[in-house]
Protein backbone atom coordinates (compact mmCIF):
# COMPACT_ATOMS: atom_id res chain seq x y z
CA UNK A 1 0.00 0.00 0.00
CA UNK A 2 1.21 3.63 -0.22
CA UNK A 3 3.17 5.45 2.22
CA UNK A 4 0.98 8.34 2.17
CA UNK A 5 -1.16 7.71 4.75
CA UNK A 6 0.02 4.96 6.99
CA UNK A 7 -1.51 4.93 10.30
CA UNK A 8 -0.76 2.57 13.15
CA UNK A 9 -4.07 0.17 14.30
CA UNK A 10 -5.68 1.12 17.34
CA UNK A 11 -6.71 -2.65 17.45
CA UNK A 12 -3.32 -3.96 18.08
CA UNK A 13 -2.40 -5.70 20.93
CA UNK A 14 -0.48 -4.43 23.78
CA UNK A 15 3.51 -3.66 22.93
CA UNK A 16 6.01 -4.87 25.95
CA UNK A 17 6.25 -1.29 27.05
CA UNK A 18 1.98 -1.01 27.37
CA UNK A 19 2.00 -4.20 30.00
CA UNK A 20 4.64 -3.01 31.94
CA UNK A 21 2.41 -0.02 32.35
CA UNK A 22 -0.74 -0.55 31.67
CA UNK A 23 -2.86 -3.11 32.99
CA UNK A 24 -3.34 0.07 34.72
CA UNK A 25 -2.98 2.52 31.55
CA UNK A 26 -6.50 1.69 30.84
CA UNK A 27 -7.49 3.11 34.29
CA UNK A 28 -5.47 6.39 32.92
CA UNK A 29 -7.63 9.44 34.72
CA UNK A 30 -5.98 13.17 34.26
CA UNK A 31 -5.54 14.60 37.43
CA UNK A 32 -5.65 18.28 37.28
CA UNK A 33 -2.88 20.57 38.71
CA UNK A 34 -2.49 23.72 39.56
CA UNK A 35 -0.17 24.13 36.23
CA UNK A 36 -0.90 21.26 34.08
CA UNK A 37 -2.63 17.97 34.09
CA UNK A 38 -0.54 14.71 34.75
CA UNK A 39 -1.47 11.36 33.55
CA UNK A 40 -0.98 8.85 36.55
CA UNK A 41 -2.35 5.14 36.87
CA UNK A 42 -5.32 4.94 38.98
CA UNK A 43 -3.95 7.93 40.54
CA UNK A 44 -0.97 6.24 42.08
CA UNK A 45 2.11 6.97 40.28
CA UNK A 46 4.04 4.60 42.39
CA UNK A 47 2.12 1.89 40.74
CA UNK A 48 3.72 2.71 37.50
CA UNK A 49 7.15 2.57 38.86
CA UNK A 50 6.11 -0.83 40.56
CA UNK A 51 4.61 -2.37 37.33
CA UNK A 52 7.82 -1.47 35.46
CA UNK A 53 10.20 -2.60 38.06
CA UNK A 54 8.63 -6.10 37.83
CA UNK A 55 8.34 -5.89 34.54
CA UNK A 56 11.51 -5.39 34.09
CA UNK A 57 12.59 -8.34 36.46
CA UNK A 58 10.24 -10.87 35.65
CA UNK A 59 9.95 -10.83 31.98
CA UNK A 60 12.78 -8.16 30.30
CA UNK A 61 9.70 -6.82 28.56
CA UNK A 62 9.08 -8.84 26.23
CA UNK A 63 5.74 -9.53 24.65
CA UNK A 64 4.10 -12.64 23.98
CA UNK A 65 2.66 -13.76 20.45
CA UNK A 66 -0.09 -16.87 21.16
CA UNK A 67 1.44 -17.63 24.78
CA UNK A 68 5.11 -17.47 23.80
CA UNK A 69 7.89 -15.18 24.49
CA UNK A 70 8.37 -12.48 21.38
CA UNK A 71 11.73 -11.62 20.02
CA UNK A 72 12.62 -7.96 21.73
CA UNK A 73 13.74 -5.45 19.06
CA UNK A 74 17.62 -5.33 18.25
CA UNK A 75 17.74 -1.82 20.04
CA UNK A 76 16.25 -3.14 23.41
CA UNK A 77 20.01 -3.68 24.57
CA UNK A 78 21.25 -0.56 26.57
CA UNK A 79 17.80 0.92 26.22
CA UNK A 80 16.03 3.35 28.61
CA UNK A 81 13.27 2.65 31.12
CA UNK A 82 10.83 4.91 32.88
CA UNK A 83 13.12 6.22 36.06
CA UNK A 84 11.26 4.68 39.43
CA UNK A 85 9.25 7.78 40.57
CA UNK A 86 9.95 9.57 37.06
CA UNK A 87 6.52 10.93 36.11
CA UNK A 88 5.62 12.78 39.81
CA UNK A 89 9.91 13.75 39.35
CA UNK A 90 9.06 14.83 36.26
CA UNK A 91 5.95 16.62 37.00
CA UNK A 92 6.83 18.18 40.21
CA UNK A 93 9.99 19.71 38.20
CA UNK A 94 7.88 21.26 35.66
CA UNK A 95 5.33 23.32 37.89
CA UNK A 96 8.53 24.27 39.87
CA UNK A 97 9.77 26.17 36.38
CA UNK A 98 9.05 29.66 35.08
CA UNK A 99 6.55 30.09 32.25
CA UNK A 100 4.73 26.99 30.80
CA UNK A 101 5.71 23.66 30.90
CA UNK A 102 4.39 20.37 28.84
CA UNK A 103 6.12 17.16 27.63
CA UNK A 104 4.46 13.93 26.84
CA UNK A 105 5.99 10.27 26.14
CA UNK A 106 4.09 8.34 23.43
CA UNK A 107 5.02 4.66 22.25
CA UNK A 108 4.45 3.47 18.69
CA UNK A 109 1.33 2.43 18.52
CA UNK A 110 -0.03 6.71 19.42
CA UNK A 111 -0.30 5.74 23.35
CA UNK A 112 0.16 8.15 26.13
CA UNK A 113 3.10 6.45 28.25
CA UNK A 114 3.16 9.66 30.56
CA UNK A 115 2.50 13.40 30.35
CA UNK A 116 1.68 17.00 31.39
CA UNK A 117 -0.64 19.00 29.47
CA UNK A 118 -0.38 17.15 26.87
CA UNK A 119 -2.80 19.16 24.36
CA UNK A 120 -1.32 22.76 25.41
CA UNK A 121 -0.65 24.65 22.70
CA UNK A 122 2.81 26.64 21.71
CA UNK A 123 4.89 27.67 18.48
CA UNK A 124 6.10 25.25 17.27
CA UNK A 125 9.65 27.16 15.76
CA UNK A 126 11.93 25.44 14.10
CA UNK A 127 11.22 21.80 15.29
CA UNK A 128 8.54 21.37 12.25
CA UNK A 129 11.23 21.60 9.96
CA UNK A 130 11.74 17.27 10.77
CA UNK A 131 8.47 16.90 9.42
CA UNK A 132 9.23 18.86 6.52
CA UNK A 133 12.33 16.51 6.10
CA UNK A 134 10.33 13.52 6.62
CA UNK A 135 7.18 14.92 4.14
CA UNK A 136 10.07 15.80 1.34
CA UNK A 137 11.73 12.26 1.30
CA UNK A 138 8.18 10.41 1.07
CA UNK A 139 7.87 12.48 -1.46
CA UNK A 140 11.10 11.17 -3.02
CA UNK A 141 10.39 8.22 -2.60
CA UNK A 142 11.30 6.90 -6.05
CA UNK A 143 13.73 9.76 -6.65
CA UNK A 144 17.26 9.83 -6.20
CA UNK A 145 18.32 12.55 -4.11
CA UNK A 146 20.58 14.97 -5.47
CA UNK A 147 23.61 16.77 -4.31
CA UNK A 148 20.90 20.25 -4.03
CA UNK A 149 18.43 18.21 -1.86
CA UNK A 150 20.79 16.56 0.72
CA UNK A 151 22.46 20.23 0.83
CA UNK A 152 19.68 21.88 1.93
CA UNK A 153 18.27 18.80 4.29
CA UNK A 154 20.98 18.90 5.91
CA UNK A 155 21.81 22.42 6.06
CA UNK A 156 17.51 22.57 7.26
CA UNK A 157 17.97 19.53 10.06
CA UNK A 158 21.76 19.94 11.44
CA UNK A 159 22.02 24.18 11.58
CA UNK A 160 18.60 24.90 11.40
CA UNK A 161 18.79 27.24 8.63
CA UNK A 162 15.72 28.95 7.51
CA UNK A 163 16.73 30.00 3.96
CA UNK A 164 16.97 26.05 3.42
CA UNK A 165 13.86 25.25 5.55
CA UNK A 166 12.16 27.75 3.37
CA UNK A 167 13.16 26.66 0.22
CA UNK A 168 12.46 22.48 0.88
CA UNK A 169 8.73 24.03 2.86
CA UNK A 170 8.29 25.81 -0.82
CA UNK A 171 9.07 22.22 -2.64
CA UNK A 172 7.62 20.23 -0.49
CA UNK A 173 3.96 22.47 -0.35
CA UNK A 174 2.25 22.45 3.05
CA UNK A 175 0.04 19.87 1.93
CA UNK A 176 2.52 17.28 2.10
CA UNK A 177 3.42 18.69 5.89
CA UNK A 178 0.13 17.90 6.75
CA UNK A 179 -0.05 14.09 5.63
CA UNK A 180 2.59 13.52 7.20
CA UNK A 181 0.79 15.11 10.66
CA UNK A 182 -2.15 13.07 9.58
CA UNK A 183 -0.23 9.86 9.20
CA UNK A 184 1.61 10.31 12.41
CA UNK A 185 -1.84 10.99 13.93
CA UNK A 186 -1.62 14.33 15.55
CA UNK A 187 -4.46 15.42 15.96
CA UNK A 188 -4.20 18.82 16.98
CA UNK A 189 -1.80 20.47 15.10
CA UNK A 190 -2.10 23.90 13.21
CA UNK A 191 0.12 24.20 10.25
CA UNK A 192 0.76 28.11 9.70
CA UNK A 193 2.80 29.59 7.01
CA UNK A 194 2.96 33.39 7.68
CA UNK A 195 6.10 33.56 9.82
CA UNK A 196 8.74 36.07 7.78
CA UNK A 197 11.39 34.09 9.33
CA UNK A 198 10.82 30.50 9.05
CA UNK A 199 7.65 29.63 6.66
CA UNK A 200 5.86 27.47 9.64
CA UNK A 201 7.29 28.49 12.59
CA UNK A 202 4.15 30.39 14.43
CA UNK A 203 2.27 26.76 13.62
CA UNK A 204 0.77 25.48 16.95
CA UNK A 205 2.15 22.33 18.45
CA UNK A 206 1.09 20.12 21.18
CA UNK A 207 3.51 18.01 23.21
CA UNK A 208 1.20 14.66 22.87
CA UNK A 209 1.31 15.57 18.69
CA UNK A 210 4.96 15.82 18.93
CA UNK A 211 5.36 12.80 20.58
CA UNK A 212 3.34 10.73 18.20
CA UNK A 213 5.58 12.22 15.47
CA UNK A 214 8.96 11.09 16.61
CA UNK A 215 7.67 8.15 18.21
CA UNK A 216 6.48 6.76 14.87
CA UNK A 217 9.57 8.57 13.03
CA UNK A 218 11.18 5.48 11.02
CA UNK A 219 8.23 4.28 9.72
CA UNK A 220 7.23 7.40 8.37
CA UNK A 221 10.29 7.46 6.65
CA UNK A 222 10.60 5.51 3.57
CA UNK A 223 13.15 3.17 4.31
CA UNK A 224 16.02 4.01 1.64
CA UNK A 225 16.10 7.34 3.25
CA UNK A 226 15.83 6.05 6.81
CA UNK A 227 19.78 5.54 7.56
CA UNK A 228 20.13 9.34 5.82
CA UNK A 229 17.58 11.06 7.68
CA UNK A 230 18.14 9.74 11.47
CA UNK A 231 21.91 10.25 10.45
CA UNK A 232 21.12 13.74 9.78
CA UNK A 233 18.92 14.11 13.36
CA UNK A 234 21.81 12.14 15.22
CA UNK A 235 24.32 14.67 14.32
CA UNK A 236 22.18 17.72 14.73
CA UNK A 237 24.70 21.18 15.50
CA UNK A 238 22.27 23.83 16.91
CA UNK A 239 19.98 22.23 19.27
CA UNK A 240 22.52 19.67 20.50
CA UNK A 241 20.99 20.66 24.51
CA UNK A 242 18.42 19.45 26.07
CA UNK A 243 17.42 16.09 25.83
CA UNK A 244 20.59 15.02 24.70
CA UNK A 245 22.23 16.45 27.88
CA UNK A 246 20.23 14.33 30.07
CA UNK A 247 23.22 11.15 30.21
CA UNK A 248 19.84 8.31 28.50
CA UNK A 249 23.44 6.54 27.19
CA UNK A 250 21.03 6.36 23.57
CA UNK A 251 21.63 7.15 19.98
CA UNK A 252 18.71 10.00 19.99
CA UNK A 253 17.38 11.45 16.57
CA UNK A 254 16.07 15.14 17.89
CA UNK A 255 14.83 18.27 16.78
CA UNK A 256 14.42 21.35 18.43
CA UNK A 257 12.78 24.93 18.11
CA UNK A 258 13.80 28.24 19.70
CA UNK A 259 12.92 31.74 19.05
CA UNK A 260 12.08 34.95 21.19
CA UNK A 261 8.50 35.55 21.10
CA UNK A 262 7.09 39.12 20.07
CA UNK A 263 5.17 39.49 23.96
CA UNK A 264 8.00 38.41 25.86
CA UNK A 265 10.20 35.32 26.94
CA UNK A 266 11.72 32.32 24.65
CA UNK A 267 9.84 29.46 23.49
CA UNK A 268 12.29 26.52 23.67
CA UNK A 269 10.99 23.01 22.54
CA UNK A 270 12.39 19.78 21.31
CA UNK A 271 10.94 16.27 19.95
CA UNK A 272 13.09 13.07 20.26
CA UNK A 273 13.15 9.22 18.64
CA UNK A 274 14.66 6.68 20.89
CA UNK A 275 14.01 3.61 22.79
CA UNK A 276 12.58 2.45 25.91
CA UNK A 277 12.19 -0.90 26.93
CA UNK A 278 13.06 -2.35 23.65
CA UNK A 279 10.66 -0.02 21.79
CA UNK A 280 10.45 3.35 19.34
CA UNK A 281 8.82 5.49 21.61
CA UNK A 282 8.58 9.96 21.10
CA UNK A 283 9.48 12.37 23.89
CA UNK A 284 8.56 15.72 23.37
CA UNK A 285 9.31 18.67 25.93
CA UNK A 286 7.65 22.22 25.03
CA UNK A 287 8.17 25.00 27.43
CA UNK A 288 7.68 29.14 26.82
CA UNK A 289 7.87 31.83 28.79
CA UNK A 290 11.43 31.50 29.55
CA UNK A 291 12.88 34.30 31.11
CA UNK A 292 16.05 32.86 27.98
CA UNK A 293 16.98 30.47 25.59
CA UNK A 294 19.37 28.86 28.16
CA UNK A 295 17.02 28.69 31.04
CA UNK A 296 14.46 26.50 28.68
CA UNK A 297 17.09 24.28 27.63
CA UNK A 298 17.97 23.41 31.43
CA UNK A 299 13.94 22.77 31.48
CA UNK A 300 14.04 20.47 28.93
CA UNK A 301 16.85 18.74 30.57
CA UNK A 302 15.77 18.70 33.92
CA UNK A 303 12.08 16.97 32.61
CA UNK A 304 14.12 13.81 30.74
CA UNK A 305 16.77 13.35 33.20
CA UNK A 306 13.80 12.60 36.16
CA UNK A 307 11.53 11.06 33.61
CA UNK A 308 13.52 8.50 32.05
CA UNK A 309 17.06 6.50 32.90
CA UNK A 310 19.79 4.01 31.12
CA UNK A 311 18.12 0.67 31.64
CA UNK A 312 20.39 -0.96 34.11
CA UNK A 313 22.45 -4.45 33.45
CA UNK A 314 22.48 -3.95 29.96
CA UNK A 315 25.16 -6.13 27.65
CA UNK A 316 27.03 -4.24 24.96
CA UNK A 317 25.01 -1.59 25.36
CA UNK A 318 25.94 1.91 23.78
CA UNK A 319 26.66 3.92 27.02
CA UNK A 320 27.26 7.58 24.98
CA UNK A 321 26.49 8.72 21.80
CA UNK A 322 29.08 8.58 18.91
CA UNK A 323 30.40 11.44 16.91
CA UNK A 324 28.26 12.46 13.86
CA UNK A 325 28.29 10.66 11.22
CA UNK A 326 29.08 7.33 12.79
CA UNK A 327 26.54 5.00 13.67
CA UNK A 328 26.98 2.95 16.78
CA UNK A 329 24.75 -0.65 16.84
CA UNK A 330 24.56 -3.49 19.21
CA UNK A 331 27.45 -5.65 18.74
CA UNK A 332 27.32 -9.22 17.34
CA UNK A 333 29.62 -12.10 17.11
CA UNK A 334 32.13 -12.15 13.51
CA UNK A 335 35.91 -13.45 12.70
CA UNK A 336 38.22 -12.50 15.41
CA UNK A 337 40.95 -9.93 13.80
CA UNK A 338 44.23 -7.99 14.85
CA UNK A 339 43.00 -4.16 14.44
CA UNK A 340 44.69 -0.52 14.72
CA UNK A 341 43.77 2.86 14.16
CA UNK A 342 45.24 5.86 11.09
CA UNK A 343 44.66 9.47 10.65
CA UNK A 344 43.82 12.37 12.89
CA UNK A 345 46.57 14.37 15.14
CA UNK A 346 48.61 11.13 15.91
CA UNK A 347 48.96 10.24 12.57
CA UNK A 348 49.70 13.20 10.48
CA UNK A 349 51.43 11.60 7.78
CA UNK A 350 48.40 9.43 6.51
CA UNK A 351 46.30 11.81 5.13
CA UNK A 352 42.51 12.02 5.14
CA UNK A 353 42.10 10.94 0.98
CA UNK A 354 40.95 7.67 1.03
CA UNK A 355 42.12 5.14 -1.57
CA UNK A 356 38.68 4.49 -3.04
CA UNK A 357 36.05 6.70 -5.11
CA UNK A 358 32.76 7.79 -4.65
CA UNK A 359 29.75 7.38 -6.98
CA UNK A 360 31.12 10.98 -9.13
CA UNK A 361 35.08 9.65 -9.26
CA UNK A 362 35.71 11.81 -5.97
CA UNK A 363 38.30 10.37 -3.42
CA UNK A 364 37.17 9.82 -0.30
CA UNK A 365 37.39 12.42 2.20
CA UNK A 366 37.96 10.58 5.78
CA UNK A 367 37.15 13.59 7.78
CA UNK A 368 33.86 14.23 5.62
CA UNK A 369 33.39 9.86 6.14
CA UNK A 370 34.57 9.35 9.61
CA UNK A 371 32.92 5.65 9.47
CA UNK A 372 35.50 4.35 7.36
CA UNK A 373 38.44 1.41 8.01
CA UNK A 374 41.11 0.54 5.65
CA UNK A 375 41.61 -3.31 4.81
CA UNK A 376 44.83 -4.69 5.32
CA UNK A 377 47.50 -7.10 3.43
CA UNK A 378 49.73 -4.74 0.89
CA UNK A 379 50.17 -1.78 -0.94
CA UNK A 380 47.96 -2.03 -3.53
CA UNK A 381 44.27 -2.91 -4.17
CA UNK A 382 45.30 -6.75 -5.22
CA UNK A 383 47.33 -7.44 -2.34
CA UNK A 384 45.80 -6.00 0.61
CA UNK A 385 43.28 -8.55 0.85
CA UNK A 386 43.53 -10.11 4.60
CA UNK A 387 39.33 -9.74 4.92
CA UNK A 388 39.10 -10.96 2.14
CA UNK A 389 39.54 -8.84 -0.78
CA UNK A 390 36.71 -6.35 0.24
CA UNK A 391 35.16 -4.23 -2.55
CA UNK A 392 34.82 -0.27 -2.19
CA UNK A 393 31.93 0.66 0.74
CA UNK A 394 31.93 -3.06 1.85
CA UNK A 395 30.11 -2.71 5.25
CA UNK A 396 31.50 -4.54 7.87
CA UNK A 397 30.01 -4.57 11.77
CA UNK A 398 33.18 -4.26 14.10
CA UNK A 399 32.50 -4.83 17.42
CA UNK A 400 34.90 -3.89 20.07
CA UNK A 401 34.17 -4.57 23.56
CA UNK A 402 31.00 -4.17 24.59
CA UNK A 403 30.36 -1.09 21.71
CA UNK A 404 29.60 -1.87 17.66
CA UNK A 405 29.66 0.15 14.62
CA UNK A 406 29.06 -0.09 11.40
CA UNK A 407 31.59 0.71 9.25
CA UNK A 408 32.61 1.29 5.31
CA UNK A 409 35.59 0.46 3.32
CA UNK A 410 37.26 3.27 1.90
CA UNK A 411 40.64 2.82 1.67
CA UNK A 412 43.59 0.00 2.22
CA UNK A 413 47.30 -0.94 3.81
CA UNK A 414 50.23 -2.44 3.84
CA UNK A 415 49.51 -3.16 7.98
CA UNK A 416 51.97 -4.69 10.04
CA UNK A 417 52.93 -7.20 12.96
CA UNK A 418 50.21 -9.64 14.19
CA UNK A 419 47.99 -8.32 17.14
CA UNK A 420 47.78 -10.74 20.21
CA UNK A 421 48.83 -13.79 18.12
CA UNK A 422 45.77 -12.57 14.93
CA UNK A 423 47.07 -11.08 11.88
CA UNK A 424 46.52 -7.63 11.72
CA UNK A 425 43.46 -6.96 9.03
CA UNK A 426 41.96 -3.76 9.47
CA UNK A 427 42.62 -0.37 10.43
CA UNK A 428 40.20 2.03 12.04
CA UNK A 429 40.00 5.63 10.68
CA UNK A 430 40.62 7.55 14.03
CA UNK A 431 37.56 9.25 14.90
CA UNK A 432 35.71 5.77 14.10
CA UNK A 433 38.08 3.99 16.73
CA UNK A 434 37.11 6.40 18.97
CA UNK A 435 33.89 6.08 18.55
CA UNK A 436 34.44 2.33 19.69
CA UNK A 437 36.51 3.43 22.72
CA UNK A 438 39.49 1.83 20.94
CA UNK A 439 43.61 2.72 20.59
CA UNK A 440 46.46 1.71 19.60
CA UNK A 441 46.07 -1.95 18.68
CA UNK A 442 43.74 -4.91 19.47
CA UNK A 443 41.94 -7.18 19.00
CA UNK A 444 38.12 -6.56 17.35
CA UNK A 445 35.33 -8.72 15.62
CA UNK A 446 34.22 -7.96 12.11
CA UNK A 447 31.42 -9.14 10.28
CA UNK A 448 30.77 -8.80 6.75
CA UNK A 449 26.96 -7.67 6.29
CA UNK A 450 25.21 -7.16 2.79
CA UNK A 451 24.50 -3.60 1.28
CA UNK A 452 20.75 -3.66 2.16
CA UNK A 453 21.43 -5.70 6.08
CA UNK A 454 23.52 -2.49 6.76
CA UNK A 455 20.79 -0.47 6.39
CA UNK A 456 19.26 -2.86 8.51
CA UNK A 457 20.97 -2.17 11.55
CA UNK A 458 20.58 0.74 11.36
CA UNK A 459 16.69 0.99 10.89
CA UNK A 460 15.53 -0.42 7.98
CA UNK A 461 15.07 -3.51 6.43
CA UNK A 462 16.13 -6.95 7.21
CA UNK A 463 17.93 -7.52 9.99
CA UNK A 464 19.25 -10.83 9.94
CA UNK A 465 20.83 -9.80 6.41
CA UNK A 466 23.00 -7.84 7.90
CA UNK A 467 24.16 -10.14 10.82
CA UNK A 468 22.23 -9.11 13.59
CA UNK A 469 20.91 -11.93 15.76
CA UNK A 470 17.16 -13.88 14.35
CA UNK A 471 14.69 -14.10 16.18
CA UNK A 472 13.47 -17.31 16.93
CA UNK A 473 10.48 -17.97 15.23
CA UNK A 474 7.04 -18.42 16.46
CA UNK A 475 5.68 -19.76 13.76
CA UNK A 476 5.03 -23.33 14.66
CA UNK A 477 6.97 -24.99 12.04
CA UNK A 478 5.98 -28.48 13.38
CA UNK A 479 1.92 -27.44 12.95
CA UNK A 480 2.18 -26.92 9.22
CA UNK A 481 0.38 -29.23 7.30
CA UNK A 482 2.84 -30.80 4.46
CA UNK A 483 2.57 -32.07 1.29
CA UNK A 484 4.68 -33.72 -1.75
CA UNK A 485 6.59 -32.14 -4.69
CA UNK A 486 7.52 -28.88 -4.73
CA UNK A 487 4.59 -26.72 -4.98
CA UNK A 488 2.23 -25.70 -1.70
CA UNK A 489 -1.55 -26.59 -1.78
CA UNK A 490 -4.46 -24.57 -0.62
CA UNK A 491 -6.45 -26.37 1.59
CA UNK A 492 -10.45 -26.58 1.94
CA UNK A 493 -10.37 -24.35 5.05
CA UNK A 494 -8.26 -21.82 3.57
CA UNK A 495 -4.80 -22.63 5.03
CA UNK A 496 -1.84 -23.60 3.41
CA UNK A 497 0.15 -27.63 2.86
CA UNK A 498 3.84 -26.61 2.78
CA UNK A 499 6.06 -28.80 0.82
CA UNK A 500 7.46 -31.15 2.60
CA UNK A 501 11.19 -30.45 0.74
CA UNK A 502 10.73 -26.78 1.20
CA UNK A 503 13.16 -24.66 3.15
CA UNK A 504 12.58 -23.90 6.98
CA UNK A 505 12.50 -20.03 5.68
CA UNK A 506 9.35 -21.27 3.11
CA UNK A 507 7.80 -23.11 5.96
CA UNK A 508 7.75 -20.85 8.48
CA UNK A 509 6.48 -18.18 6.07
CA UNK A 510 3.01 -20.52 5.38
CA UNK A 511 2.97 -21.12 9.18
CA UNK A 512 2.72 -17.05 9.66
CA UNK A 513 0.00 -16.73 6.41
CA UNK A 514 -2.08 -19.89 8.05
CA UNK A 515 -2.17 -17.36 11.32
CA UNK A 516 -3.56 -14.43 9.96
CA UNK A 517 -5.57 -16.17 6.66
CA UNK A 518 -9.00 -15.02 6.47
CA UNK A 519 -8.55 -12.04 9.04
CA UNK A 520 -10.22 -8.40 8.25
CA UNK A 521 -8.42 -6.22 6.07
CA UNK A 522 -7.48 -2.59 7.23
CA UNK A 523 -6.38 -0.10 5.57
CA UNK A 524 -3.44 0.98 7.58
CA UNK A 525 -3.74 -1.58 10.27
CA UNK A 526 -0.94 -2.98 12.10
CA UNK A 527 1.97 -0.63 10.93
CA UNK A 528 3.94 -0.23 14.01
CA UNK A 529 5.72 -3.54 15.32
CA UNK A 530 4.65 -6.73 13.48
CA UNK A 531 5.88 -8.71 16.48
CA UNK A 532 2.73 -10.02 17.66
CA UNK A 533 -0.89 -10.81 16.09
CA UNK A 534 -2.92 -7.85 15.28
CA UNK A 535 -6.77 -8.24 14.90
CA UNK A 536 -6.52 -6.60 11.08
CA UNK A 537 -3.72 -6.19 8.13
CA UNK A 538 -3.55 -4.31 5.15
CA UNK A 539 -1.23 -6.01 2.51
CA UNK A 540 2.53 -4.68 3.67
CA UNK A 541 1.99 -5.33 7.17
CA UNK A 542 0.75 -8.66 6.57
CA UNK A 543 3.43 -9.04 4.43
CA UNK A 544 5.49 -7.74 6.68
CA UNK A 545 4.85 -10.36 9.25
CA UNK A 546 5.08 -13.24 7.04
CA UNK A 547 8.64 -12.34 6.58
CA UNK A 548 9.11 -11.36 9.98
CA UNK A 549 8.38 -14.39 11.16
CA UNK A 550 10.65 -15.92 9.19
CA UNK A 551 13.22 -14.40 9.98
CA UNK A 552 13.74 -12.28 6.99
CA UNK A 553 12.42 -8.71 7.91
CA UNK A 554 12.50 -6.38 11.22
CA UNK A 555 9.69 -6.33 13.80
CA UNK A 556 8.43 -2.59 12.09
CA UNK A 557 6.03 -3.00 9.58
CA UNK A 558 7.13 -1.30 6.35
CA UNK A 559 4.73 -0.02 3.57
CA UNK A 560 4.28 -1.44 0.29
CA UNK A 561 7.14 1.43 -2.12
CA UNK A 562 9.37 0.41 0.53
CA UNK A 563 9.95 -3.44 -0.76
CA UNK A 564 10.48 -1.92 -4.03
CA UNK A 565 14.13 -2.53 -3.22
CA UNK A 566 14.16 -5.10 -0.92
CA UNK A 567 16.65 -7.52 -1.29
CA UNK A 568 17.92 -9.15 -4.85
CA UNK A 569 15.73 -8.59 -7.88
CA UNK A 570 13.50 -11.04 -9.82
CA UNK A 571 11.75 -14.28 -9.01
CA UNK A 572 13.12 -16.60 -6.26
CA UNK A 573 12.57 -20.33 -6.22
CA UNK A 574 10.66 -20.38 -3.14
CA UNK A 575 9.82 -16.75 -2.52
CA UNK A 576 8.96 -13.71 -4.79
CA UNK A 577 7.46 -10.74 -3.37
CA UNK A 578 5.72 -7.94 -5.88
CA UNK A 579 5.53 -4.63 -4.96
CA UNK A 580 4.56 -1.06 -6.06
CA UNK A 581 3.67 1.97 -4.23
CA UNK A 582 0.25 1.43 -3.89
CA UNK A 583 0.21 -2.76 -3.20
CA UNK A 584 1.76 -5.72 -2.38
CA UNK A 585 1.97 -9.55 -2.36
CA UNK A 586 3.81 -12.41 -2.41
CA UNK A 587 4.42 -16.09 -4.12
CA UNK A 588 5.32 -18.52 -1.69
CA UNK A 589 6.18 -22.59 -3.28
CA UNK A 590 4.09 -21.19 -5.91
CA UNK A 591 0.84 -20.25 -4.76
CA UNK A 592 -0.14 -16.87 -3.52
CA UNK A 593 -0.32 -14.90 -0.34
CA UNK A 594 -2.78 -11.40 -1.12
CA UNK A 595 -5.53 -9.51 0.31
CA UNK A 596 -8.21 -10.40 -2.31
CA UNK A 597 -8.60 -12.59 -5.23
CA UNK A 598 -7.58 -11.20 -8.84
CA UNK A 599 -10.02 -12.28 -11.57
CA UNK A 600 -12.64 -14.63 -12.22
CA UNK A 601 -10.08 -17.61 -12.40
CA UNK A 602 -8.37 -16.42 -8.94
CA UNK A 603 -10.76 -19.14 -7.16
CA UNK A 604 -10.47 -20.78 -4.21
CA UNK A 605 -11.58 -20.81 -0.14
CA UNK A 606 -10.05 -17.25 0.47
CA UNK A 607 -12.03 -14.37 -1.34
CA UNK A 608 -9.92 -11.57 1.13
CA UNK A 609 -6.65 -11.70 3.37
CA UNK A 610 -4.70 -15.06 2.80
CA UNK A 611 -3.99 -17.98 -0.06
CA UNK A 612 -4.70 -17.79 -3.62
CA UNK A 613 -4.21 -20.35 -6.37
CA UNK A 614 -3.23 -18.12 -9.30
CA UNK A 615 -0.70 -15.97 -10.27
CA UNK A 616 -2.06 -12.53 -11.20
CA UNK A 617 -0.47 -10.29 -13.77
CA UNK A 618 3.14 -8.43 -12.15
CA UNK A 619 3.28 -5.87 -14.82
CA UNK A 620 4.28 -2.92 -13.06
CA UNK A 621 4.95 -4.65 -9.73
CA UNK A 622 9.03 -4.86 -8.41
CA UNK A 623 9.72 -8.57 -8.23
CA UNK A 624 12.11 -9.47 -5.49
CA UNK A 625 13.48 -12.47 -3.63
CA UNK A 626 15.89 -13.19 -0.84
CA UNK A 627 19.16 -14.42 -1.77
CA UNK A 628 18.89 -18.40 -2.21
CA UNK A 629 15.36 -18.62 -1.72
Not at 584 to 606: E, K, L, W
Amino acid sequence: MSGSDERPSPSRGASALGRAIGGSARLLVRVAASKAGLWVAGGVIVLVAVLVSIALFVGGFQGTIAGRPACPAASSAGGLEIASGGLSAAREFARSRDGRVSFALVDAQGRLLAGVDVSAHVHGASITKAMVLVARLRQLRHAPHGRDERALMTAMVRRSDNGAANELVDRVGVAAVRRVAHAAGMADFVLRGDDDVYRLGNSLITAGDQARFFARLEELLPARARRFALGLMEAVELGRWGILDADLGEHIATKAGWRPEAAGGWTVVQGAHLTVAGEPVGLAVLTDGNPSQEYGEQTIRGVATRLLRAAPGSSGAVSERGPPGIKLVAGGPGRVVGASEFGGPQDPGTGSVGAYQDSKGRDWDLERHPDSYAELGGLTRESATLLGGLRNMQPLRVTYRQRAAILYKRDFGDGGGAVRGHVRAIDLWYRAADALGFSGTDLVRVQRIPPSGAGALTGTLDPVAAGAQACPSTAGVADVPLTAGERATILPDGRAAAPASAPREVRQIIAAGNQINGRPYGYGACHGSVAKLCAQYDCSSAVSYLLYKAGLHGSMSSVSGDFDNWRSPGNGKWITTASNADHIYMYVAGIRFDTHQYGSSDTGPNSGIGWHPARRPDAGFHLRHPEGL
